[in-house]
């Protein structure tokens, strides 16, 4: 419960324990006893006690919020400087002279490496998420080393938890499965990105947010090439999994098709289900047409993603395999 609101709750049923003495010698046309005004005094007390912790905690929670502010306002004036810094570090690398001003953060081979300031790091990484959507619905775990993730599963083909029908007062023959894990473990990916003199020189050009959109665009392009597909020894694609749907066609895909792929789906995973495809058979899918020569796929204006297939939203990657034998 919030503190503040605890306070004056408990100050209320004090005010009214107050009160209901004084109403009670009113009522009954008397005055208070000594029993009565001994604990009128004490309540009094309490009261008084409480709206000095109420005041105190309302001037703790506006030096909250200024030191909120001016946090906030230090984070601000950081990302603006690191911006300049980075701008500055990328131009004088192409052999621009920049200004430099006294005091001021300056980036170097020196005390920095190849390694880009932390603001500029997470803009990267927000232009990637927002381009991905893949990564976007991923699990992800920001851990050192190598992860275990626990996996509940069959002891071995006979071995597991088991319902059945039972008999009373007889006993239940004792089953289980077993926990095995899986090794998350962690590879290192770079990008570098390449910046003409000329563009450098050009003062229109916003160098920093060049940078982190193609970066971002590139990386994104990976790591969802990595979710999907994945790299012999690095990472397990989701592609090489085997629920397979013969179509008897290695050129083309039937409305029948789609909804039969669908119902392969596990009841449980349907809920975060959604269509990943290339382009081209997206624009296949968008051709279908029923017997009136209505097309079969419509925007969704009342949804994020402006399309739909069977009720799931729909994502296009490059990295997925376009319509053929095997495919």
């Known amino acids: 419960m919030d ?9 209320n049923k004090k005010v009214e324990e107050l009160q209901s003495i004084v109403d009670k ?20 007390q309490e009261i008084k006690d409480l709206d000095a912790t109420i005041e105190a905690e309302k001037r703790a929670r506006d030096y909250e919020i200024k030191d909120n502010d001016k946090q906030d306002g230090k984070a601000e004036e950081r990302a603006v400087v690191e911006e300049r810094a980075f701008a500055n570090y990328i131009r004088k690398q192409c052999g621009v002279h920049v200004e430099e001003r006294s005091g001021e953060q300056n980036l170097d081979m020196g005390n920095n490496g190849a390694v880009i300031p ?49 008999t009373e007062f ?9 926990f095995t894990s899986v090794d998350l473990s962690g590879y290192l990916a770079g990008a570098l990105t390449l910046i003409g003199k000329s563009v450098a020189n050009n003062a229109d050009v916003d160098v920093v947010n060049f940078v982190i959109n193609e970066m971002a665009k590139k990386i994104a392009q990976f790591l969802e090439g990595e979710l999907l597909n994945g790299t012999v020894n690095k990472a397990t694609g989701a592609l090489s999994t085997n629920t397979t749907l013969d179509v008897g066609s290695t050129t083309a895909i039937s409305a ?19 269509w990943i495809m290339h382009p081209s058979t997206f624009t296949t899918l968008k051709k279908l047409k029923d017997a009136t020569g209505q097309y079969l796929l419509q925007n969704d204006f009342t949804s994020a993603m402006p399309y739909r ?7 296009l990657s490059d990295n997925m395999p376009t319509i053929g034998s095997g495919n």
């Open 118 to 166: 932390v603001t500029i790091a997470q803009r990267v990484i927000r232009k990637v998420e927002e381009i991905a959507p893949v990564l976007a619905k991923a699990t992800r775990f920001n851990v050192k080393g190598t992860l275990k993730v626990p996996v509940w599963g069959k002891a071995n083909t006979d071995h597991d938890i088991t319902v059945a029908y039972q």
């Open 25 to 44: 010698a009113k009522e009954e046309t008397r005055a208070m006893t000594k029993e009565e005004k001994d604990k009128f005094d004490t309540l009094e």
């Open 256 to 274: 029948d098709n789609l909804i039969d792929l669908q119902a392969k789906i596990p009841t449980v995973y349907q809920a975060d289900a959604c």
């Open 309 to 315: 297939i069977l009720g799931k939203p729909v994502y």
């Open 3 to 11: 503190k503040l609101k605890e306070l004056l709750e408990k100050r």
């Open 170 to 178: 007889t006993d239940i023959t004792a089953d289980s499965g077993m």
